[in-house]
């Protein structure tokens, strides 16, 4: 686990650096699907609220692992038979990394819908109202009163949420993506030494989680400034 000459430290900072990447990736896509998710499930539509539903209800049923599977085997099929529209005969594959942040973002985005769902629902009618009287503009009333209470209700459960996504970045290592676990599998192989490399990446899992945890105590706090809490 050294870093000169011959030491694995460097491939596993590489590979803690490449899950973090990952990770960051996947709850940014999750959190815009989830978006307007959670938009088409408290509007009054019908058919964008039944949309929602089903997209909520078959990502939540799906195992993880099984959708990054589709992702990276469907989409390097749809590019190759893209390719062969424009006389391509080879095969084209979706690269692992892409097909992994794309599949933990629509997972995590059915979960991300239920945080601001739930979020908004908290948000006092009130408050919305007031905004209305003084005649604020819909887009001035979201930006600045509906986001920003939005926001501060959703913080703990966005914080679970990353949480999950991080730990599931190590399933994206059965597309090639030489993540921390991954290069952890690597180097146990390597050096024959399994419980060295498994128990520094559970060290460097548990740091990332712990300064992540610790990140959005903070801006939970931030958020609640001036907040009176019962």
């Known amino acids: 686990m050294g870093f000169g000459e011959g030491g694995w430290g460097a491939f596993m900072l590489l590979g803690a650096l490449v899950t973090m990447v990952l990770a960051l990736c996947g709850f940014t896509i999750g959190a815009i699907f989830g978006a307007f998710a959670a938009w088409a499930k408290i509007s009054g539509n019908r058919f964008s609220r039944a949309l929602a539903d089903v997209y909520t209800t078959v990502l939540r049923g799906i195992p993880d692992l099984l959708v990054i599977y589709l992702f990276y085997f469907g989409g390097s099929a749809f590019l190759t038979w893209l390719g062969r529209l424009f006389g391509s005969d080879g095969f084209i594959g979706l690269p692992g990394f892409v097909a992994g942040a794309m599949a933990i973002g629509i997972t ?78 690597v180097g146990a192989g390597s050096t024959r030494q399994p419980f060295d490399f498994y128990f520094a990446a559970a060290i460097l899992y548990l740091v990332i989680t712990t300064i992540s945890s610790i990140s959005f105590h903070t801006a939970e706090k931030r958020f609640s400034k001036g907040v009176r809490r019962s």
């Open 108 to 185: 995590s985005g059915a979960q991300h819908t239920e945080v601001f769902r739930g979020a908004y629902r908290a948000v006092a009618k009130g408050e919305i109202e007031a905004a209305v009287a003084c005649g604020m503009p819909r887009m001035m009333r979201f930006r600045r009163i509906v986001a920003p209470l939005v926001l501060r209700h959703a913080l703990p459960g966005l914080g679970n949420v990353w949480q999950i996504v991080l730990k599931e970045s190590a399933l994206v290592s059965v597309t090639g993506v030489v993540e921390l676990l991954r290069q952890s599998q």
